[in-house]
């Protein structure tokens, strides 16, 4: 359901940190999504012993103020992650709740695609962009060795609309924001194409 941190005295209020800033996570001037939707059905099976109050902030901001800061010794929520996203591979450093949904990498490109992308070798040469700080560790080992060229934006939504301008060859994100925001942006559905990022298996948020 989420990564829980820490505990804390009963009653005692609980940040419950939501680093997902998109639908459909969350939704223009935070009015409804997946983030506030999950902190009030909580609030309701918690109460009265925890309430929780629902933050919003940047994964960049998240990592340094919240995880690397404070580490084991914060008392809160993180909502929506995976252990590999934090670098707890193993579930040692924090407490996991059962997984809350399941979520997978896509590549989205520009229609049609430029040739079969059957592995990542196939991606050689091309530009993608994504999110500062975010880690995208198969591209990013491919960036160091010189084969992708890579550059960054704010979120997902601002990397479709350099991908369907033709300003990227390709951008990564998963498949809840791209299915949200196709939704939003109808023609998506026609300039867009995506698949699932090869080799990757799908997980499971938390």
Request: glycine content about 6%; overall charge neutral; hydrophobic content about 40%.
């Amino acid at each position: 359901l989420a990564c829980w941190m820490g505990t804390t005295a009963l009653a005692e209020t609980l940040i419950a940190y939501n680093s997902y800033l998109i639908p459909p996570f969350l939704y223009e001037e935070q009015r409804g999504g997946l983030a506030p939707d999950l902190v009030e059905y909580l609030n309701q099976r918690l109460a009265p012993a925890y309430q929780l109050k629902l933050e919003n902030l940047p994964r960049a901001r998240l990592d340094k103020l919240v995880l690397s800061r404070q580490g084991e010794q914060f008392a809160g929520i993180a909502l929506f992650l995976h252990p590999n996203f934090v670098g707890d591979t193993h579930k040692r450093r924090y407490l996991w709740s059962q997984p809350l949904m399941g979520d997978r990498n896509l590549l989205v490109f520009h229609a049609p695609l430029p040739w079969p992308i059957n592995s990542l070798e196939a991606l050689n040469g091309m530009r993608f962009s994504g999110i500062y700080s975010h880690r995208y560790t198969e591209l990013d080992e491919r960036v160091g060795a010189g084969l992708l060229k890579r550059e960054d934006a704010a979120d997902e939504s601002v990397n479709l609309g350099k991908v369907a301008a033709r300003r990227v060859d390709f951008t990564q994100l998963n498949q809840s924001n791209f299915l949200a925001l196709q939704q939003r942006h109808r023609d998506y559905k026609e300039i867009l194409v995506a698949q699932p990022v090869p080799g990757q298996a799908p997980f499971n948020r938390y």
